[in-house]
Nanobody, 123 residues
Framework: VQLVESGGGLVQPGGSLRLSCAAS????????MTWVRQAPGKALEWVSD????????RYADSVKGRFTISRDNAKNMLYLQMNSLKPEDTALYYC?????????????????WGQGAQVTVSS
């Protein structure tokens, strides 16, 4: 099983980034998927979920209206489009597969996650 995030970087406040997560080693197309993040010295924070079909999504209040989760089951890819970024969005972002849907803010809820993609929002 492998989840590999990419697309992180340094961006100014108000800017945009698109994170990608390449999945392999499990049946991605039938898996509920999640984005979580962790800032230095802070607890894990659940960001967004997407159902296997891609129809059902949900977001943390802190990112609602700014972030969009999506997936391409044909390519085994998960995405997170992040717009209007704020300094408080600075964190290491992980894609993860929860043991059961939906996800949440505890590593115990997940059986797979990637190495993370660093997002830094700063002027």
């Amino acid at each position: 099983v492998q989840l590999v995030e990419s697309g992180g970087g340094l961006v100014q406040p108000g800017g945009s980034l698109r994170l990608s997560c390449a999945a392999s080693g499990f049946t991605f197309s039938t898996s509920y998927m999640t984005w979580v993040r962790q800032a230095p010295g802070k607890a894990l924070e659940w960001v967004s979920d997407i159902a296997s079909s891609g129809v059902y999504t949900r977001y943390a209040d802190s990112v609602k209206g700014r972030f969009t989760i999506s997936r391409d089951n044909a390519k085994n890819m998960l995405y997170l489009q992040m717009n209007s970024l704020k300094p408080e969005d600075t964190a290491l972002y992980y894609c993860a597969r929860p043991k059961r849907s939906p996800g949440g803010s505890s590593w115990n809820l997940y059986n797979f996650w990637g190495q993370g993609a660093q997002v830094t929002v700063s002027s």
